[in-house]
Structure formats: structure tokens, C-alpha cells
């Protein structure tokens, strides 16, 4: 199921909040609800989750660092991809369910590049661009991703 899915019957709603006067305090509802709640919840956030990291596992730019490529050898994929979907549950204002290290702690030892996190972003973006997220919503998922760089790239190309 493609997360857009759970997005077209908010826009019903929102649209027929707009048109009904009855209906017209659920506008402010649907304006205010979260990333999290216009991504459809854990279910699709995960679907993309996945796909993306898939992406990472193969892609040449971020796999040649060898930090990186030894860290994969230790952490199991299906563990990897639970922890990155409860944290952008969680940071996307969904439950908090994200019990990992920080991004600082968990990232420290792989020495990650500029490049590599472009790279990260490009794969990133192919996922969000798969399942057909909104750009409103792509852009806020990036903006999240951003905000924890400083803490992730500390190599210099």
C-alpha cells in the first residue's frame, strides 16, 4: 500500500470540511495535524523506511567507506531499519518509540562525508519519490534528516 493512499482520504475530508459550513471547524483539525499523521502513520513511514534503506545497502557511494561497510557486517539490516522508522515516527510526532543511541553516539565511529550524506539524501529522496509522498511532506522529512547532520558528518571529503 503507497502511504498517498491514506493522504487522499484526508483531502476528502479536508475538502468537504471546506464545502460544508457544518463541518467548517474540522479545517483547523486537518491544518494542524503532524508529519506523522499526514504520512499515515507507522505502517507507510516503515514501507518507505524500508525501500530506503535497501537503497543505502546498495549504493557505492556511501558502502566505500569502510567504517560504514563494517558497521553493516555487525548491525542486522531488520534491526537497522526498526530503529530508523521509530525515529522518524517519533520525530515526525508519532509515539515515542525510539530507544536508540543519539544520532551523535550511534554515528560517531563511521566517519561520514559530506558526499555520503548526499548520497544518503539522493537515496532518500528516490523512496520518498517512489511512493509518491507529497512534497510538502518530502520536504519536512528532509528538513528532519537535515537537523541531525551536524551530528552524523564529521569527515571531510
Do not use: C
Not at 8 to 25: K, R
Not at 48 to 68: K, Q, S, Y
Not at 129 to 138: I, K
Amino acid at each position: 500500500m503507497k502511504p498517498h493512499g491514506f493522504m487522499a482520504l484526508g483531502f476528502l475530508v479536508f475538502t468537504l470540511a471546506v464545502s460544508s459550513p457544518t463541518l467548517s471547524s474540522k479545517v483547523v483539525f486537518a491544518a494542524e495535524e503532524s508529519l506523522y499523521q499526514r504520512l499515515g502513520g507507522t505502517y507507510p513511514i516503515a514501507v518507505v523506511v524500508n525501500d530506503f534503506m535497501n537503497r543505502i545497502v546498495e549504493d557505492g557511494t556511501v558502502n566505500a567507506n569502510p567504517a560504514v561497510a563494517a558497521a553493516r557486517d555487525r548491525v542486522p539490516l531488520p534491526g537497522l531499519k526498526f530503529q530508523v522508522t521509530a525515529f522518524i515516527v517519533q520525530a515526525a510526532g508519532g509515539p515515542k518509540v525510539y530507544s536508540g543511541r543519539t544520532m551523535k553516539e550511534s554515528h560517531a565511529h563511521l566517519n561520514i562525508s559530506e558526499r555520503e550524506w548526499e548520497a544518503m539524501l539522493a537515496d532518500l529522496r528516490a523512496s520518498l519519490y517512489r511512493y509518491d509522498v507529497p512534497d510538502r511532506e518530502q520536504k519536512e522529512i528532509i528538513d528532519l534528516v537535515n537537523s541531525v547532520k551536524g551530528d552524523i558528518v564529521i569527515a571531510s571529503d
